[in-house]
């Protein structure tokens, strides 16, 4: 017996929910229903295809020498723009710059989010982890150049460190625009994306492994030493792609904090494209920077597998 025969009316919603189920198989019959996620997937293709497309228009621009007459793009084809990105010495430094400033970059931020991602995860107490969460998640709502130029009013000649020193009678230190202070902002930058993929990986593990740890007769470091950092091994992979990849290709810390002096292949590829307007050269250190880039993130993903970022199930 139907609702209407039993004497109940049919709520208005759901006449509206069958209209809508209607006019959705007339749209998309059920005999297509199953290209439905590539569907939703074709956005996400879109975009990477333009991607790719774009990728390579560079890697063509690169293989153009620049005419210093006329400040044009030769037609031929040439290696000129890699021999100069491999035979002058400021663009070797430059690259090993980057590349140094992401590992550099990398292990201390792994180093100073695995703890806060294990007490946000572990504790206890509401309040902690609410405190932890909202600063966690705070600077994502401050742009990075807002960022940057914090650290400026922090670190410069006339900042607050240096008011400190000099209320103390002690001389102003030099701060800013060098290697440090550069890495210093990129680790203040990376640490919520490491957080943000280590708490996952962490709270997969069950305390009752670390008890049971514990109660063999394990200390707490040795438990956190031999059973919670290798069961942490994917988030740890995870956050070391994520928080090499971004550092490598950054542009607004090595600018602003680094003054201009302290460039990193992302600066080189602006100046290129901007300041000495050649494509050509600037299109050669994308490629390399893609190149380094996914070399590293291969080699990291062939020797320690993909941690968190595997599309591959682990339930057994």
């Known amino acids: ?10 709520p208005v919603r759901w006449r509206l929910l069958d209209a809508v189920e209607r006019v959705a198989a007339a749209v998309w019959p059920p005999a297509v229903r199953g290209l439905t996620g590539w569907l939703l997937l074709l956005p996400a293709l879109l975009l990477v295809g333009l991607l790719a497309v774009g990728l390579l228009w560079v890697a063509e621009y690169s293989l153009h020498e620049l005419d210093p007459a006329t400040y044009m793009l030769r037609e031929d084809y040439s290696l000129a723009n890699y021999g100069t990105v491999f035979g002058q010495r400021v663009y070797i430094d430059i690259v090993l710059r980057s590349a140094a400033a992401a590992a550099i970059v990398t292990a201390v931020t792994l180093i100073l989010a695995f703890p806060y991602a294990y007490v946000m995860v572990r504790t206890a107490r509401p309040w902690v982890r609410k405190a932890l969460l909202v600063s966690l998640f705070l600077p994502f709502f401050i742009g990075q150049v807002v960022r940057a130029y914090g650290w400026l009013i922090l670190l ?12 103390l009678g002690l001389e102003p230190m030099n701060l800013l625009f060098n290697y440090n202070a550069v890495l210093l ?11 943000l993929m280590l708490a996952p990986a ?7 492994v670390e008890q ?9 470091v040795q438990t956190f030493l031999h059973v919670v950092i ?3 091994k994917p988030g740890l992979v995870g956050a070391a792609v994520v928080v ?22 992302a600066n080189a590829i602006y100046d290129g494209f901007f300041q000495i307007a050649n494509a050509g050269l600037g299109s050669a250190l994308a ?7 996914t070399t590293l993130v291969g080699l990291i993903f062939a020797g320690l597998g993909a941690g968190t970022l595997s599309f591959v199930s682990r339930r057994g």
């Open 1 to 10: 017996m139907s609702v209407r025969e039993r004497g109940h009316a049919v």
């Open 156 to 167: 410069g000649k006339q900042g607050l460190i240096n008011q400190a020193l000099a209320a």
């Open 185 to 195: 902002g990129l680790v203040q930058y990376m640490l919520p994306f490491a957080v």
């Open 202 to 208: 962490l709270t997969a593990i069950p305390e009752e």
């Open 212 to 220: 049971a740890s514990e109660s063999l007769g394990a200390t707490w």
């Open 230 to 232: 290798p069961m942490a």
């Open 244 to 265: 090499f990849t971004l550092t490598i290709t950054d542009f607004a810390m090595p600018e602003i904090l680094g003054g201009g002096t302290i460039d990193f292949i």
């Open 287 to 293: 490629v390399v920077l893609v190149a380094i880039g």
